[in-house]
């Protein structure tokens, strides 16, 4: 039975990614305003960071490959540029590369992290709620809020793949299985940089004990060690490619945190322009009340569940202190979090009704993001 509703969140998100990708399939000139002329899969796939993370799938990092047949990305940038692209996303592209062009390899790679995207999020909702069809929907929910995560997961991004790792090693963690959930979320941080971030949430419990100065059961915590040395790991890789550990430090553009918090509404920032931003303000709404909500209406019920509200927390008030236009996309993975939270709320059939018609301008919001959002490619003979 639970086979079966997990399989239609599965369905859900496959087929939305098919409808998602449909105007470039069948190359529609105009859409509901939309001028899709001229566009193809091809504008999928030169989405950012698509190409770039093709490049570390083809290259693994080899500065000499990288210059050689890479260089009108590079756009005359260093080769450690990127390091700021962690392997996890690249690896599972160069995994579809064995057997299809680069292109096609990385379209695969979109719809296989769309389905463990989807598994994540139905094993995550059946930790809090034991009704499958509550747990299936709460998961569709999640495929669409925010708005981002469609125009994030329908092209060759890496959060997809990060929020599995991430809710995964939390279902584990929370089930006992302290090993799993060390491996899974040692392969978050190889896959974006706040995975560690899930280290941090490990250590809260421990660290409250020893504040209360109650005894520590380190066996318990000592797998979680396997997070910040894969990290080290692979910046001992950086060294070795690039000559240089702190490459990802030295990248630029790819570390937007500042102090105070709320730094996004100063002047004169990269990656934030204009004085539109009023947005922002409701994407902090958004998850500080769903995060509060979640402790309220689960962690206070089963505190095992506290290490998901610490994770969301942690993260949380990070996001607080980036500056950047897309903050949307940067807090995406707590975004689960956040739904559950308003679960009680979301569950209402009117506000049901309200979600289904938000899907066409979520559609639409997301196929103008990515049309506008596309990498040059001038030569993809090194790609195929």
Do not use: C
């Amino acid at each position: 039975m639970k086979n079966k509703y997990m399989g239609s969140a599965i369905l859900a998100s496959f087929f939305s990614l098919i409808l998602f990708w449909s105007p470039f399939l069948l190359k529609t000139n105009n859409f509901w305003g939309i001028n899709f002329a001229g566009r193809s899969m091809q504008t999928i796939v030169t989405n950012f960071d698509g190409i770039n993370f093709l490049v570390v799938a083809k290259s693994l990092y080899s500065p000499k490959t990288i210059e050689i047949n890479y260089a009108s990305i590079l756009s005359g940038r260093e080769n450690l540029y990127f390091s700021a692209h962690y392997p996890g996303f690249p690896l599972l592209v160069r995994a579809f590369d064995t057997l299809l062009s680069g292109p096609n390899a990385l379209l695969a790679a979109i719809v296989v992290s769309n389905i463990l995207l989807s598994i994540a999020l139905f094993l995550f909702f059946r930790l809090l709620i034991s009704k499958n069809e509550v747990t299936t929907y709460l998961s569709m929910v999640a495929l669409f809020i925010p708005a981002r995560m469609l125009s994030m997961r329908g092209v060759g991004s890496n959060e997809s793949l990060f929020i599995f790792f991430i809710l995964t090693s939390l279902v584990a963690s929370y089930k006992g299985k302290h090993w799993l959930a060390a491996t899974l979320g040692s392969l978050s941080v190889l896959t974006r940089s706040p995975g560690i971030l899930l280290f941090g949430a490990y250590m809260v419990s421990p660290l409250l004990e020893l504040w209360s100065k109650r005894k520590v059961d380190w066996k318990l915590f000592l797998p979680y060690l396997l997070i910040p040395l894969s990290l080290v790991g692979l910046w001992l890789y950086y060294g070795l490619i690039f000559g240089d550990f702190l490459a990802y430090f030295k990248v630029g553009g790819n570390i937007n945190l500042y102090f105070p918090p709320f730094m996004v509404f100063g002047s004169n920032f990269d990656w934030v322009s204009g004085m539109w931003l009023e947005d922002i303000i409701f994407t902090y709404l958004f998850y500080g009340f769903g995060i509060g909500l979640f402790f309220n209406n689960f962690v206070k019920k089963d505190n095992k569940l506290k290490i998901f509200g610490y994770f969301g927390a942690i993260y949380l008030t990070m996001i607080l202190f980036i500056v950047h236009r897309d903050i949307a996309r940067y807090a995406l993975p707590i975004a689960p979090l956040a739904i559950a939270g308003y679960s009680p709320f979301l569950n209402n059939k009117y506000v049901k009704y309200g979600l289904l018609i938000l899907l066409i301008p979520i559609f639409l919001y997301s196929w103008n993001f990515i049309l506008n959002n596309v990498q040059p490619v001038m030569d993809w003979s090194a790609f195929l």
